[in-house]
């Protein structure tokens, strides 16, 4: 049976601000990585404001600094919420820690590096890519370790979640017990939220000139339907204009991650935690 660990969760709402990371791993994160942020108010969230990482306190586009201005931001954030969209475990059978917090704060230590860290995973096993519990709940389109992923789970725990858990500045649900004054992390997929709760399977990312229009067009469509679910308001017209005119969709994805972040936290009022050995140890998708 799954239960609720910490009597705190009865208040999510202690959060009223929302962030939510698009991440990436790539050499040019700061340029990639884009920052939606919303404030909960009357039993909506009100998307205020969408930029790229870069644009932080001390980033740049260069991955390294990016990431650090990212775990600086985080870590004054005191009582917000959120959302990032990289794996923060893996499966079972590959992980030889004994807990979550455990094999992320030994994670520098045991993969040295991205390539190295893909290899091992799949040496482990057996050649095949494997899914966590959650992947498969959640319909997440991807294993941790496969090759068009495994640069944002491997730079994401590494540089994010390790250092921020060694200093005790964050908690991560459901794998920790709730702290008060900290910023609460939940790991969200804006593709299981698009598919799962929104019901659209339709493309909305890059492609070719000619696509454009059709693209931005299912962008409009996802973004429209959040807002009439009633869980997202958006009312700066230009602010609606830049997320829409992404093209390659990381801003949109970002106001995805948001709006399943505040439903997380929403949904801890109502729902006990999700909380079992297996997603204790591989993680929990919020979508």
């Not at 050499?27 to 909506?44: C, E, Q, V, Y």
């Not at 094999?103 to 860290?117: I, K, N, R, W």
Request: glycine share 4%; aromatic share 10%.
């Amino acid at each position: 049976m799954l239960s609720a660990r910490n009597p705190a969760l009865h208040s999510p709402y202690q959060r009223t601000r929302v962030y939510r990371v698009d991440f990436s791993g790539a050499t040019n994160a700061g340029n990639k990585i884009w920052i939606a942020s919303g404030t909960i108010a009357r039993n909506a969230l009100k998307i205020e404001d969408c930029l790229q990482a870069k644009d932080l306190p001390s980033s740049t586009a260069e991955r390294d600094q990016c990431l650090r201005s990212l775990r600086d931001f985080i870590s004054t954030q005191k009582e917000r919420a959120f959302g990032l969209d990289f794996p923060f475990g893996l499966p079972r059978k590959v992980v030889e820690a004994n807990n979550w917090e455990e094999f992320v704060l030994s994670f520098c230590d045991y993969y040295t590096a991205p390539e190295q860290f893909r290899i091992t995973c799949r040496t482990a096993a057996r050649g095949l890519e494997l899914k966590r519990a959650t992947d498969i709940k959640a319909e997440a389109p991807w294993c941790a370790y496969n090759l068009r992923l495994y640069k944002q789970t491997y730079y994401g725990i590494r540089d994010v979640l390790a250092p921020l858990i060694r200093e005790q500045l964050v908690c991560v649900l459901p794998m920790q017990n709730i702290s008060a004054n900290i910023p609460w992390l939940f790991e969200v997929c804006p593709a299981s939220t698009v598919k799962k709760k929104l019901g659209i399977a339709s493309s909305y990312k890059g492609g070719a000139k000619e696509t454009y229009k059709e693209k931005y067009l299912v962008r409009e469509r996802i973004l429209r339907q959040m807002e009439e679910i009633g869980d997202l308001v958006i009312a700066d017209s230009d602010l609606r204009s830049r997320i829409l005119s992404d093209r390659h969709g990381d801003a949109l994805d970002s106001v995805i991650a948001a709006f399943a972040t505040f439903r997380a936290l929403r949904n801890l009022s109502y729902s006990p935690v999700l909380r079992s050995d297996t997603y204790a140890l591989e993680g929990y998708v919020y979508v």
